[in-house]
């Protein structure tokens, strides 16, 4: 459950990351830069941006249908899981204490029988 839980990395290591800037294609200014997480109407899309306000030069790099909406459910459900599975983990551990103290007591009577 928990392997499911992580996000593999399956990008390239020449892929951009968040804060990354280069040559703007439109104007040439050093201003486009990269963020995971810009909006386009309502979209949250990786993209480049030129900072230069009469370009506004947009590269969307991936094309993602799921809007800001969709992508905070998705976080919410997720986090969600991982507080279930907290809580089954703590629920598991506390039946096996229970369990441990019957044996212990178990044990411990049939050691005084014995005396
Ligand atoms: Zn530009």
Redesign the pocket.
């Known amino acids: 459950m928990k392997a499911r839980l992580l996000r593999q990395e399956r990008r390239s290591g020449t892929r951009p990351a968040n804060g990354d800037v280069r040559a ?6 050093p ?2 830069e990269f963020s995971e997480r810009f909006r386009f109407d309502g979209n949250v899309v990786p993209a480049w941006v ?3 306000p ?4 947009r590269e969307v790099v991936r094309h993602t249908s799921v809007t800001a909406v969709a992508a905070s459910g998705m976080l919410r459900r997720a986090a969600i899981e991982v507080q279930a599975g907290a809580r089954r983990t703590m629920l598991k551990a506390r039946a096996q204490t229970e369990r441990s103290q019957r044996h212990i007591e178990t044990t411990r009577a049939a050691v005084e029988k014995h005396k």
Not at 24 to 29: A, I, V, Y
Request: with cysteine; proline share 13%; hydrophobic share 5%.
């Open positions: 703007c294609p439109d104007c040439g200014q201003t486009c030129c900072g230069v009469p370009c506004r030069y």
